[in-house]
């Protein structure tokens, strides 16, 4: 028991780092950065315009392509390294204002928070090393090669199932403002509480919608045996905008995915760090 408690308090003790701290709200501004990139290749590809891949490593090749460019890709992939070993300390021994189910489900959440920001750290850095080719082709040969196993088109079906769950669960979160008990809001304004209300909604149920295809394009393909489909949230924006009405339809998403990247800022100053 002792050794667990050391281990707690020597957690805790990093989860107090004031540098952790800095990393992780520099973190913040690097990833709204991304989605707002990610948006404006959404709004490009609902005018029909061509467009890197329309997902998050898509938004970080076309800042490596600027001047400085991979500069600012290393530094987004540091800040995303700071959030998830971050969230990965929350997983770990954060969470204390909560109690019982509550404190377990919040650091499942942080758990998820993690890998996602992993996820992206290392996709920066792979497009800092000029070694990640499009995701939404990496995806597909990945789920291609996954469907010739055995029992490898069930995995890949639940797989798409899972990620359709996470993008219902990302609408849910969004909708009864659960993202709010993460901010101190009582540092905010009358108006700026209202502003990050507003965008906070917006954003998850704009990411949430784009997951949710996603997911369930995954799950189309291991039934059909259509590893084309399985393209991630490239794939997700391209068949949202062949719908009817679908130039609206993914207009309002990419603005939705904006408002998230302008929430990211303001989490930046305001998330309880």
Not at 6 to 28: I, V
Not at 227 to 253: N, S
Request: with cysteine; charged share 20%.
């Amino acid at each position: 028991m002792s050794l667990t408690r050391n281990a707690e308090a020597t957690a805790a003790r990093t989860a107090n780092s004031k540098w952790l701290e800095l990393l992780a709200r520099a973190g913040f501004i690097g990833y709204g950065v991304v989605h707002l990139l990610f948006a404006w290749l959404a709004l490009q590809i609902a005018f029909g315009k061509p467009a890197a891949g329309g997902d998050q490593s898509g938004a970080l090749r076309t800042i490596a392509a600027q001047p400085l460019g991979k500069v600012l890709v290393v530094t987004i992939a540091v800040g995303l390294a700071a959030m998830a070993s971050w969230q990965a300390l929350e997983a770990a021994v954060g969470h204390r204002a909560e109690q019982g189910r509550e404190r377990v489900w919040e650091r499942l959440a942080s758990l998820g928070r993690t890998l996602v920001y992993l996820y992206f750290a290392w996709t920066a850095f792979k497009v800092f090393r000029d070694a990640s080719a499009n995701s939404a082709d990496q995806q597909e040969a990945l789920t291609g090669r996954a469907m010739e196993s055995a029992g490898g088109r069930w995995l890949v079906g639940l797989a798409g199932l899972v990620l359709a769950a996470i993008g219902v669960g990302l609408v849910i979160y969004g909708l009864v403002k659960r993202f709010e008990k993460h901010l101190r809001t009582g540092e905010m304004s009358p108006r700026t509480r209202q502003l990050t209300r507003r965008l906070g909604v917006a954003g998850y149920v704009a990411k949430g919608i784009a997951y949710g295809i996603a997911g369930l394009l995954v799950v189309v393909a291991a039934v059909n045996y259509d590893p084309e489909k399985a393209r991630g949230l490239d794939a997700a924006l391209r068949t949202l905008r062949e719908q009817a009405y679908g130039q609206v339809l993914l207009t309002v998403v990419a603005l939705g995915i904006a408002a998230f990247g302008v929430f990211c800022f303001l989490q930046s100053r305001y998330r309880k760090v």
